[in-house]
């Protein structure tokens, strides 16, 4: 079980918004930059989200990024069916000195 | 256009070795810190390691610690991880990445396969 808590899936249908949570603490996500990622199924990871909402060239504005406090949330609108993947939230964690990856939400466009 | 492949992995019995190396062009290598991070079939991404640019400060997770030693030669512009003493446990889809900064990963080798049996 890891130190960032993900919702283990989300849903929703073309074209709406939704949005993931990845809950931390102090430690981690309170004091530290997050990262999102999007794994397509059988792919490498991807970075849509530097320090905590910044987004890499190449990456449309449908996907955001926000931190608030000891959370953080990515946003994706418009959704396709070609978002349909897994998500991870990234960051350090200053106690443990380690970086700490979320479970993972598997998001399903309907 | 940066890119990463990486290698060395396999069938291995449990006790055994294996060295992974990483492969990379199109960046500065030398510049960027860089991590392994694992991936067990069907499962999460898990952090494994990281090194610093010149390979004097590195950091594992504790599940490998002792086992794994992550290293890098610049001017080969490849990332290795020496892995001792492999269990069962250890198997998983392995794939390193270049770090841009404050833990965000950019880019990913497509990864290589690890399988620890006996």
């Known amino acids: 079980q890891s130190v960032l808590t993900q919702p283990p899936s989300v849903s929703a249908a073309p074209g709406q918004k939704v949005t993931i949570s990845c809950s931390g603490s102090?430690?981690?996500?309170?004091?530290?930059?997050v990262s999102w990622y999007q794994q397509l199924p059988g792919t490498a990871p991807k970075l849509l989200i530097y320090?905590?909402?910044k987004r890499p060239s190449g990456i449309p504005d449908r996907f955001s990024g926000s931190q608030s406090g000891t959370s953080a949330t990515l946003g994706i609108t418009g959704l396709q069916t070609g978002d349909e993947a897994d998500y991870y939230c990234?960051?350090?964690?200053?106690?443990?000195?380690?970086?700490?990856f979320g479970g993972g939400t598997k998001l399903t466009v309907l | 256009e940066a890119q990463l492949v990486e290698s060395g992995g396999g069938l291995v019995q449990p006790g055994g070795s294996l060295r992974l190396s990483c492969a990379a062009s199109?960046?500065?290598?030398?510049?960027?810190?860089m991590d392994w991070v694992r991936q067990v079939p069907g499962k999460g991404l898990v952090w494994v390691a990281r090194?610093?640019?010149?390979?004097?400060?590195?950091s594992h997770a504790d599940s490998v610690k002792g086992r794994f030693t992550i290293s890098r030669d610049n001017a080969k512009n490849t990332l290795y991880l020496q892995m001792n003493s492999l269990r069962t446990e250890d198997t998983a889809v392995y794939f390193c990445?270049?770090?841009?900064?404050?833990?965000?990963?950019?880019?990913w080798g497509q990864g290589t396969t690890v399988t620890v049996s006996s």
């Open positions: 990234v960051t350090w964690d200053t106690n443990l000195r380690v970086v700490i």
């Open positions: 990445a270049k770090d841009r900064g404050y833990d965000a990963m950019d880019v």
């Open positions: 090194i610093n640019t010149d390979g004097s400060d590195t």
């Open positions: 199109g960046f500065t290598f030398s510049n960027h810190w």
């Open positions: 102090s430690s981690n996500i309170g004091n530290n930059y």
């Open positions: 320090e905590n909402n």
